[in-house]
Each structure stands twice: as C-alpha cells, then as structure tokens.
C-alpha cells in the first residue's frame, strides 16, 4: 500500500514475471498467484501492474493474464477483490474487444465464475461483487447486439461489393442496343431507341440536371475509400482474429480494384460513392443508414421515357454483374436484399416493374441470344464466355471466411481474383493429360486450387487449408498441435534429445502418418511425467499408462514379468518419442499397466479426480489443475473441492 | 561495439564480415530468385508480401527462413517481395567449415551475403506444376478405376533437378491432401537420412524449407513434423558397381516394403509413389538401362519422367510409352505407362565435387547432432525467447571390436585373395557362430525369424516373398564379416547398424533394413577397441553392421 521501495521493486518484479506469462501455463499461473498472495502488502501495487499487463500485452496473452487474475482473487481474495475489482470493468472489456471469438467465449465462462462463490470455500460472497460483474454483463450483452447488428449491415454491404466485383461490365452504356424492354412488357414504356448514339444522348439530361451531387469525383472518392481502408487496417491489426474486420477490408480493396480499373459507370460509382459515405461513420452500427442515404441521393426519377429506361437499366447492370449461370438462384436467394441498392423508384407506376424485372429468374439468361446486350459484351470479351470455375457460386454458406487471412504487413497485397472461393479439390476439373503437349499450356485456374482456394491459412508454418467447416476444424487442431510443439520445444530444451533408431520394415509399413490435423483422442491427456507413478493416478479417467521405450536393446526384450509378452513400442506423436502403451514401470521392472492392476488389484487407482483436464483453458480446468498441484505442494492455497464432488 | 570511432580500428578486409543491411527483392508473378548460400553462412529470408514457394513448399509470411549450404530458388506464382538478410555465421565446436573446401572466402559479396543470387524469369515451373495437375487427374481417375494411384519414375542426368522436381511434386501433393510415398534411390545423395542410403517416405505434413526434406524422428519434439523414413544401406555412391549385383537386390526389398505399404495404407494407395534415381542411370553408363528396367519392374511404374536428355527420352518412348506397366492389376484395368519429356530448369547448377561433400559431411553431422542452423520458423507464435535449435545429443563409447559383427562389402572385382567369399567361412571367428549361415538361403522361410526377431511370431508376408530371391543369388553375395583386428580404416567412417541379427546369413543382412549409424572416432588396434558415436546412449543394439567403407566418405573429426 506504501508506494515505498520495495512496493516498487515487488511490482517490477512480478511485471517481469508477468511478461514471461505468455500461454495458459497453470505453473506460472500459480507460481503468480503465490507471489501474489506472499506480497499482500504489496496489494496495490501488484494490482496496478497486472492492471496494466493485461491493458498492454498483445491480445494472443490477454487470457493468460487474465487467469492470473482469477486465481489471485479465487485463491487470495481481499485485498485484491478490492483493488482489481476497482478498474476491473475497463480491464476487462479493454480485453474482450480486443481478443477472438474463442477467447471470449474462455472470458465469458471466466465471468460466470466469478458471479458465485469460490467453490468449496465457506464463504458464499460471490468472488467478486454483483456489482461489477454486473456491469460487465450488461455491457457485453450491449456489445453483442450492436455487433450482430453489424454484421448484418456487413453481409449487406459485403454483398453489393462483391456483386460488383464479379464481371467486368465496362461501358454498358455504349452498348449499341439496350433492347431489355422487350423482354419485359410494358405497354406503357415507349420501346427505348435501339440506335446507341440517340440513346447516349437521351441520357445525358439527367446526369447534368444533378451534376452537383451526381457526377461523381472519382478521385475524392477513392481518397474516401483509402482512408476507409487504413481504418480498417488498424481495425485489423487491433483484431486480427475477427472475421467481420477482414471481410470488411478485403472488401474495401476489392472496391478500390475495381474502381482503379475503371469498370464502373457513372450509375454504378455514384452507388458505391453513396455506400462509402455511409461507412464512413464506421463502427456505427446502423443498418438502416445505406439505404436511407440511398435514398435521398438518387436523384428524383421523373416518368420520361429516358429515365424510365435508366431505372430499369440500373438493375439490369445488376443482373450483368452478376454470373449468369447462377443468377436465377442468386436472385431466389437475395431478392430482398438486392432492392437495397436499386435506386428506390420514385415513380409508383414504375415500382412493380423494376421489382419484377428482379424477381423474375431470368429467362433470357440460359440463352444469351436473346439479351442482345450481353451479346455484345461477351463479344467484346468483356463478359467471359462461360462461367469462370471460381465464379461459380458466389453465396457459399462459408463466405465470411473465405477471405484470406491477410496478415499485417501483407495487407498490400490482394490477390488478383476478385471473388475467393472455397472450391474443393475434387470439384476441379483438370483435364491436364499426362503427354508432354498437354503440360506445356499453362494452367492458371489450376494455380487457384493450391493458393487462392485455400485461402485459411496457418501464420506459423504457411499451411494451407479449406474453406470449409471440417478444414476448420483442422486447422484449429493444426493450431493446436502448433502450440503444444512450441510448449515441448521449450520443455525439450531443458534435457538432451537424441536420434531416434529407423523403425524396421514391419513397423513402417504398419505406421501411418501422423497429420498434425487428426483428432487425437485422449491423448491431450497423457502429461510427461506420466511415468506410472503415483501421480499418474491424478489424470484422466481414462487410465492409459504409457513409458519411454527404453532405448537400451536388452531391456527393450524384456517381457511383461506377468503375461511374458513383450511390449509393443509405438511412436507418439504427443510426446515425439517412441512410447510403451499400457505399461507402467515399478521398481525396476516394466510391467503392463492392466495386467500390474489385475494383480495388485488395488494398485494405482486411475480415477480419482475426473476433472476435464483438457486443454481447454477454461478456468474449470485451470481450477482442476491447481488442485492437483496443491496435492503435492505445501502451499496454504485455498482448496476447492470440484463441482462434480 | 557502438562507440562512435571504434569500428575504425577494425581492418577493412572483414568489412563484408559486416552485417549487410537487409534487401528487398521484389518478384513479379511467374518468376523466381535463385540464391546459393555457402556452407558456414547463413541467409535469413522472409517473405513480406505476396506468395512464394520453395520448391513447392510455400513460405509462411512474415516468418524468417535461415538458409546454409544450399542452392535453392524461390518461386512465386503472383509476385512476392522478399526480405534478404545475411544471418551468423555458423561456428562449429571444431571449426569445421565446409564451405573452406571451395578455396575461396566463404561469404559472398551478393544480396543479403548469398554467394550467388539472381532473378530468373523463365522458369519450367508451368510444366512442373502441370505434372502434379496430371497426376491429380490419374490419382482421380485411378481411384475410380480402383487402381493404385500414379507411380512416378524420375530420371535424368546429374543436376538437372531431379531431386527439386521430386520435391515439387511432393509439395504439391501434400498442399492437395495426398499422401506420396516418396523414393530416393540415390545413394549418393541421402534423404532424411545420410549419403549412401535408400529411403522410402510417405509425406502426409509440408516438407521442411530450410532443411532439405526434413528431419526423421527424434526424442524431442520438432518444429515442422518428422518424417518417418524406412532406410537401407547401399555403401557405394554408384549404383552400378558390381554390375548392379548388390543395388538391385536392395531396390527389389524396398520395393517389395513400399508395394507392402501401399496395400496396407489407403492413402498411399491413392496417392502413389515418386522416385527420385541418382543421375548416372541417365548418362548412358553400361548397365544403365537395364537398372532403369529393373526399377520400373519393381515399382510398376506408371509415367516416366524425363528431364533434360532428349536421347535418354527416346529411348523411354521406345520401350516404355504405352506400354502395359507392371502392376498386378495393369492387365484389368488397361493400365499403360506414359513417358514425358520435361524442361531442364536454368536454375540447375553444377554442384561442384567439394560442395557436394560439404552437403554429405553435414547430412552425416545432422544425423548425430541436428540442425547446425537455428530454425526460426516457429518461434514466432510462442513469443518467447525459445531457440528452436535442435540440437542432439549423441553419445560416444567404447567397444570391443570383437563384440561387433561388422561385415563388409568385397566386390569381386577388387582382387584381394583371402577376401574370396565362401559361404561357409561366415561368421568365423564369431563366438555366436551356429553355423546358421552354411544354409545360405536354401530354405528362405527358415531365415524370416532370423531376419525379424522382434515379430517372430508373425513372418510377414512380406518377408517370405522378399526371401524368395534370396536363393538365386544368395551365394553370390559379396558380403563378408570383416576379420580381427581391427582395421585402421575403420576410423572416420560409418558402420550401419541393421535390424538383422549378428550371425544372420549374407543376403538377410544385405536385404535388412537399418536402424541407424555408428561413426567410428578412432580405431586401437592393438587392444581390440573401437570408439564410436552413436546416436542414442545405452548399450549399441547387437545386429549386424555394415560397413561403409568406400562410402559415404570419410568425415574427419566428426567427434572432437
């Protein structure tokens, strides 16, 4: 409490410590909590440093900080209830926005311990006061709102963006005929002039009777996007693991492409100039705003003929935009979506037409014959012929993710196709023949199957992965196995390691391949030290004992003292060594684990505790874990019993 | 070393010793970067922006790559801007530095201290990666077909990237999801392994960037994943020595456990086989074409791949292209083998006789002591100050050499009159002696136990057929247990331990796969002693052993 010498030299002290906290690791966790509790004078002092770690370290440690906390108030309680839980809303939301969705939900389940009492403690106060934790519960449930909120005006946004990016449909006016009416009947709209130059010049009175609001400065709005785009770079470098915050940047330069190619018309740029005035107001959560802002930009359509056609034009350059093959689906699925960004008609009379233009699963489209205008592009080459391979369905139920993790410090690079799609290998169609004339034509859309198709990549070693939910899943567990690496690494860099002998040819043929992105089952379980001891009687439920394979050749011979067989040595890709399954060493001698327990019956009972001590990180099994090493540490920490006791 | 005026005193001629600053090489799609980085200094790449593969393994961005040793190149499919950045120089414990044996100053002048570095814009790499595309489509087809997917035979002559195209096709399809097993037949050249070895290696995780292929299994964890190769023993750097009589046995055994494998292992299946051949088959040697035969009999290879010898590829299309292949099931199924020419890539550099016994000695080093280089690939994500060297621990001891059962290849040409091989004269002098040896392989299933004593009760049907050569040529086999005392050639070179036992007749020891190696440090004759490193303590295994005499070569000084 004095902020006297030692205070300061305790805090720095344990800021130190602190920094080396960089994974759930419940021995420095609860190495922390001791100092912690050791140094209660200290209180205050202690606090603000944790305080302060947790507001600077890097997001990826917040957690582990954060559990530091738990367990000092769990295990110490006052006077740090009182002096974490001063600032403990800031803190603790500073970190939440801060950090991924997977963090969160550990948070989420930190917080609701922290309502209730310390379990197994006599007191029955909840860890920290209602009132806290009340105002954080409150404040997340606000956030959660306004983020779905978000995130739909996102899909929105993201929808229209895309739709753009997908075709190449420069100069659709000077297209020499804009015969779309025919193809919807209306009586009442004068057939449009089928020679371009009358049309053009039909067109032009509107743009220059709004000139002030409706020419469109190109180079103001790119400023406009650029400025957007650095906003959502640094919101990407703050969170780098939120999807929403990449979606919206890819998207951002996906825009800024498109308009740097000049592909957009005056129609089209004023939409997206309209669109980015209203992000501008960025984290602002208001799905309304696009389309009001819409609204009162586009100019008043009048019934002249001219406009009559511009109206209906605009939404046809939609349906251009868009890929035929799929449009009628697309449509199926957007039709509500799509009338956000169509000029909203002014013109009652004209309203339903429009709407049916859009609602109407194009009939023209299977036969392009028919849409002279689409003829005419894709005879200039500006609509391709057929459908590109990764245009092929642009609302995939994977979209969010679909955009490429980019990284900071790669965020200047885009890649040159507009829409990423997940495309599994298998849907690919190949056809490169194995002949020396087929493998010299290069084969770009190929090229996409190894990169852009898998654009969910690993930062650590570069790995690729799939779209998809079950690609999800394995990187996670690649992740996973990532991180458990790096723990041994460090761990293994504390004994000397050596070369494994070559397995013989049996044990080969018989090995597999171990993929650091399998489910291993209960084997997260096993610790190092699982040697059969006595406290390998504190894991799992599951009672798998395994040892090192002696490396000296004789003792590896030697069979089960029991049943005389032999052990049967298997690589374990947990432990990077090659292990003895079912084996437990007593004394001297290895013995089978089962056949040790049938004979000694009451040997080491395997399940005594049943805490989940998985990996999760959750505070559960932080909790669990520090029970099991106050059984063999003299420490006077607190003592809970498990919840399921 | 910051005070202002200080550097002065520092003799100019170390200047380029002098951490150069970091340059930026920026890459536009389709093209590569070619560096060599000499034995004793590394080269720390990262990749800033854009993609970019090294022989189809792709760089993590923002990760830095330390390189040592190598002639590589870096390509990139849609532009990519590198950071080059010379790294420490590696200090050895004994200052072993192989990149003295070039004669000149180790370090280069170029970018980022690469000895030589350059962009290149024609690349065969379109080709190459059409290859692996052709493959998928095989693969596909082949498991519609329920064949075996696509066996991929790789020849051409000495550097023409062989070994780099077997990577990218390695790389490519393991980025796919496929499992190939790998082949090196190259003995001069080892794969996750030392020179003088044949491997067989199925790739499910990326190959490693900075250390070849990779690491096999060791005792503690490793940043990329281990591989787990299946090793035999060739000591010779030419496979045709001795008309091919030792090569082509060991070829058929590591066809027979790679044909055994793909049975067992569905992905493997699907997936295939690539096998990378050492360059002198393809140089028109005697004996050359028929070892190529033999190979594509015992692998049914189904696509032969050529690159950069138009006459070796006629002859392929003459003999081979649409041919039935070999498999099993090639008369069901129609299947044919096809023969495809490929482009030499300009990158392809001689490497010169003293750089090429810098790569053996430090393939030999890394098999006992691990990576020279500090890896920092996957330090990054941890945040801590963790080196992920790997670095090993072997252990040195002392044995009494006529404990050891160390045999010895005697090609007959050499002429040396008490060496003549005679069956009945194995294991003399061996106090085990059972005078099991005398059969020589009449009953071949006799010897499987002796062969397998760990899985005696199961003899593999692997085994049996393997054995079943075993009689025609088993009395010519060239193998002959080397006499006490102890030979002072012994000293600096490796003795492979096998997993045959001591007294197990000459061709179960030739076809015995291997455990691992033992480096002879010194030889005392008269006491009969050996010292040896070997990398795992405890007492050395008692198998048989194999000595390399003439091959791989010598490394002095291995051990301090």
Redesign the interface.
């Known amino acids: 409490m004095s902020s006297g010498l030692a205070s300061d030299e305790v805090a720095e002290d344990y800021k130190n410590s602190l920094e080396d906290l960089t994974s759930n690791d419940r021995f420095q966790i609860s190495n922390l909590t001791v100092i912690a509790k050791e140094n209660t004078e200290h209180a205050m002092a202690i606090s603000r440093v944790l305080e302060n770690h947790i507001r600077t370290t890097p997001p990826a440690q917040k957690l582990p900080a954060l559990y530091v906390v738990d367990s000092i108030v769990k295990n110490v309680g006052t006077p740090y209830t009182l002096f974490l839980g001063r600032n403990m809303y800031q803190t603790f939301m500073n970190a939440y926005t801060l950090v991924d969705s997977q963090t969160r939900k550990k948070l989420d389940e930190m917080l609701k311990t922290w309502k209730e009492s310390v379990p197994g403690s006599l007191d029955t106060k909840p860890v920290f006061p209602p009132e806290i934790t009340r105002g954080i519960e409150s404040a997340l449930i606000k956030a959660r709102t306004a983020a779905l909120q978000q995130q739909q005006a996102r899909s929105q946004q993201d929808l229209l963006g895309r739709g753009r990016g997908t075709g190449t449909p420069t100069g659709w006016t000077n297209s020499p005929t804009p015969q779309t009416a025919p193809r919807h009947p209306q009586p009442n709209v004068p057939r449009p002039n089928n020679n371009g130059h009358g049309y053009d010049a039909a067109r032009i009175p509107p743009q220059t009777q709004h000139n002030s609001h409706q020419d469109v400065d190109l180079a103001a709005l790119n400023r406009d996007i650029d400025s957007l785009i650095a906003t959502a770079r640094s919101d990407f470098a703050n969170n780098p693991l939120d999807n929403s915050v990449q979606q919206r940047l890819k998207a951002l330069l996906d825009l800024q492409g498109i308009l740097q190619r000049q592909e957009l018309t005056q129609e089209q740029l004023r939409l997206v100039r309209d669109q980015v005035s209203a992000l501008a107001p960025a984290p602002k959560p208001v799905p309304a705003i696009p389309q009001a802002s819409m609204a009162a930009n586009i100019p008043p359509v009048s019934t002249t003929p001219v406009s009559n056609i511009l109206a209906q034009q605009l939404p046809q350059a939609f349906q251009q935009l868009l890929n035929p093959g799929t449009l009628g689906e697309l449509l199926k699925v957007t039709a509500a979506r799509q009338q956000q960004p169509t000029p909203p008609p002014q013109n009652p009379l004209l309203y339903p037409k429009v709407t049916a233009n859009m609602n109407t699963p194009p009939p023209a489209v299977p036969t392009p014959a028919e849409n002279p205008l689409i003829a005419a592009l894709k005879a200039r080459g500006l609509l391709p012929a057929t459908p590109v391979p990764t245009a092929s369905n642009p609302l995939m139920p994977s979209v969010p993710s679909a955009f490429p993790f980019i990284v900071p410090g790669q965020v200047r690079y885009t890649p040159p196709i507009s829409t990423p799609h997940a495309i599994n290998a298998s849907e690919i169609k190949l056809g490169v023949q194995m002949n020396t004339v087929s493998i010299k034509i290069p084969q770009p859309t190929l090229i996409i199957s190894l990169y852009e198709a898998r654009s969910n990549r690993c930062g650590t070693c570069g790995r690729r992965f799939l779209t998809t939910e079950e690609d999800k899943e394995k990187k996670a567990r690649h992740l996973d196995w990532h991180f458990k690496t790096n723990q041994r690494m460090a761990e293994a860099a504390k004994r000397a390691q050596n070369r494994s002998w070559y397995v013989d040819e049996r044990d080969w043929i018989k090995s597999r391949e171990f993929g650091d992105d399998l489910e291993i089952p209960e084997s997260d379980a096993q610790g190092e030290s699982g040697a059969g001891s006595g406290s390998a009687a504190a894991k799992k439920s599951l009672p798998k004992q395994w040892i090192r394979a002696p490396n000296d050749a004789a003792l590896r011979n030697t069979p089960c003292p029991i049943c005389q067989e032999k052990f049967e040595s298997t690589w374990s890709e947990d432990v990077q060594d090659w292990i003895w399954q079912d084996a437990i060493k007593v004394g001297n001698r290895v013995y089978h684990a089962s056949c040790y327990a049938e004979v000694t019956k009451d040997g080491p009972a395997p399940a005594r505790g049943s805490t989940p001590l998985g990996r999760t990180g959750t505070p559960d099994s932080v909790l669990g874990k520090r029970k099991a090493e106050d059984n063999d540490s003299p420490s006077h920490v607190r003592i809970k019993t498990e919840p399921s006791l | 070393m910051s005070l202002p005026g200080l550097e002065l005193t520092q003799p100019t001629a170390d200047r380029p010793f002098a951490a150069a600053p970091p340059t930026q090489i920026s890459l536009s799609q389709g093209t590569e970067w070619r560096f060599e980085v000499a034995f004793g200094t590394t080269v720390r790449v990262k990749l800033?922006?854009?993609?970019a593969e090294l022989f189809g393994t792709?760089?993590?961005?923002?990760?830095t790559y330390t390189f040592s040793g190598t002639k590589a190149a870096i390509y990139t499919?849609?532009g990519?801007t590198l950071e080059v950045n010379a790294g420490d120089a590696v200090s050895s414990l004994d200052g072993f530095l192989p990149g003295e044996v070039n004669g000149s100053a180790a370090r280069g002048l170029s970018a980022g201290g690469c000895q030589s570095e350059y962009t290149a814009e024609e690349t065969p790499m379109?080709?190459y990666?059409?290859?692996h595309?052709?493959?998928?489509?095989?693969r596909?087809q082949a498991k519609a077909a329920g064949r075996d997917g696509?066996r991929v035979l790789i020849l051409g002559p000495e550097d023409a990237g062989k070994t780099s195209l077997a990577k990218i096709l390695t790389a490519?399809g393991v980025?796919?999801?496929r499992?190939p097993i790998v082949v090196n037949l190259d003995p001069s050249e080892g794969m996750l392994?030392v020179p003088g070895t044949l491997t067989?290696t199925?790739?499910?995780?990326?190959i490693d960037i900075e250390q070849g292929w990779g690491s096999?299994?060791?005792?503690?964890?490793?940043?990329?994943?281990?591989k787990?190769?299946?090793?035999y023993f060739y000591p010779s750097q030419n496979p045709l020595e001795a008309d091919g009589m030792i090569y082509r046995p060991i070829v058929s055994r590591l066809a027979l456990?790679v044909m055994?494998?793909m049975a067992?292992?569905e992905?493997s299946r699907e997936t295939g086989i690539i096998v990378d051949t050492p360059g002198i088959l393809s140089q028109g040697k005697a004996g050359g074409l028929q070892m190529i035969n033999h190979i594509i009999t015992e692998f049914s290879i189904s696509?032969i791949l050529v690159i950069g010898s138009e006459r070796l590829y006629s002859t392929m299309v003459k003999d081979y292209d649409n041919k039935p292949t070999s498999s099993a099931s090639a008369v069901a199924t129609d299947e044919r083998i096809?023969v495809?020419?490929?482009s030499k890539s300009g990158g392809c550099v001689d490497r010169d006789v003293g750089f090429m016994k810098a790569v053996r000695e430090s393939q030999i080093r890394t098999?006992?002591f691990?990576n020279s280089v500090p890896s920092t690939?996957?330090?990054?994500?941890?945040?801590?100050a963790?080196?992920?060297l790997?670095?090993?621990?072997?252990?040195a001891t002392q044995l009494d050499f006529n404990s050891l059962a160390i045999y010895n290849y005697i090609p007959p040409t050499v002429d040396e009159d008490e060496d003549e091989y005679d069956p009945s004269q194995l294991g003399t002098g061996d106090p085990f002696f059972t005078g099991g040896g005398e059969g020589g392989g009449v009953d071949p299933s006799s010897h499987d136990p002796n062969q397998?004593p760990?899985?005696s009760d199961?003899p593999?049907s692997?085994?049996a057929t393997a054995s079943s050569s075993a009689p025609i040529d088993g009395l010519s086999v060239p193998l002959k247990k080397v006499p006490g005392p102890a030979p002072s050639l012994l000293a600096n070179t490796l003795l492979a331990?096998t997993?045959a036992p001591p007294n197990a007749p000459a061709p179960a020891i030739r076809d015995a796969?291997?455990?691992?190696f033992l480096y002879v440090a010194d030889v005392d004759g008269e006491k009969g002693k050996v010292r040896v490193l070997a990398?795992?303590?405890?007492?050395v295994?008692?198998r048989a052993l194999v000595w390399g005499k003439k091959w791989p070569d010598e490394v002095v000084g291995l051990v301090g």
Request: hydrophobic share 35%; charged share 15%; glycine share 8%.
């Open positions: 800033l922006a854009g993609t792709e760089l993590a961005p923002s990760q499919w849609h990519c379109v080709e990666a059409n290859v595309f052709a493959l998928e489509e095989m596909q696509p490519y980025k796919s999801g499992q392994s067989a199925a790739f499910r995780n990326m096999s299994p060791m005792s503690g964890p490793s940043p990329v994943p281990v787990l190769p299946l090793v456990s055994g494998r067992e292992d992905d696509t096809s495809v020419k490929l098999y006992f691990g690939a996957s330090s990054a994500l941890s945040l801590s963790t080196s992920t790997v670095t090993l621990s072997p252990h397998q760990s899985h199961e593999g692997t085994e331990i997993h796969s291997i455990m691992g990398p795992i303590g405890g007492r295994p008692s």
